[in-house]
């Protein structure tokens, strides 16, 4: 059984920044590809970002060149900067690892 926990959400106006962190309560997590997911009322749950224990990341477009996935593996963690947060970036942000999910941090972009 592996618990992840999130942090770093809140309520930021449009153009802001959030840093969103993910600690793991096992090392195995170190070993796996890790992913931060988001879902918006009423949308299917989608990634975010990934990376994996290398340090390969991957992007969805519409976050790419404003969101900054990193992790470091010595603490069991994953990380995403978000910067130039916009209004549809509002969701519950999910971090995952192998098959286990976190249990989610609001990210709120409004004026």
């Known amino acids: 059984q592996v618990q992840l926990v999130e942090s770093g959400g809140g309520l930021v106006q449009p153009g802001g920044s959030l840093r969103l962190s993910c600690a793991a309560s096992?090392?195995?997590?170190?070993?796996?590809?890790m992913g931060w997911y988001r879902q918006a009322p009423g949308k299917q749950r989608e990634l975010v970002a990934s990376i994996t224990s290398g340090g390969s990341t991957n992007y969805a477009d519409s976050e790419e060149g404003r969101f900054t996935i990193s992790r470091d593996n010595a603490k069991n963690a994953v990380y995403l900067q978000m910067n130039s947060l916009k209004p549809e970036d509002t969701a519950v942000y999910y971090c995952?690892?192998?098959?286990?999910w976190g249990q989610g941090t609001q990210v709120t972009v409004s004026s």
């Open positions: 995952k690892c192998s098959g286990y």
């Open positions: 096992r090392s195995i997590c170190s070993v796996y590809t």
